[in-house]
């Protein structure tokens, strides 16, 4: 019985640090894409305001 809970409580942790990380990844992901967006907007208006002043 006591091996039970020992692989129970080990398999238990290994699960929240698995979602903990699952979470931290998932974040990231979602950082990086609002950075490549805005970046992608801001080569745009450069490239709009270069192309009207062009002469």
């Known amino acids: 019985m006591p091996d039970e809970d020992a692989a129970k409580a080990l398999e238990t942790d290994l699960e929240q640090a698995r ?3 699952e979470t931290k990844n998932e974040r990231q ?3 990086f894409l609002g950075y490549f967006l ?3 907007h801001i080569i745009a208006f450069v ?3 270069a192309v009207r002043h062009a002469k």
Do not use: D, R, S
């Open 47 to 49: 490239m709009i305001y």
């Open 29 to 31: 992901v979602w950082y």
């Open 38 to 40: 805005f970046g992608i």
């Open 19 to 21: 979602l903990k990380q």
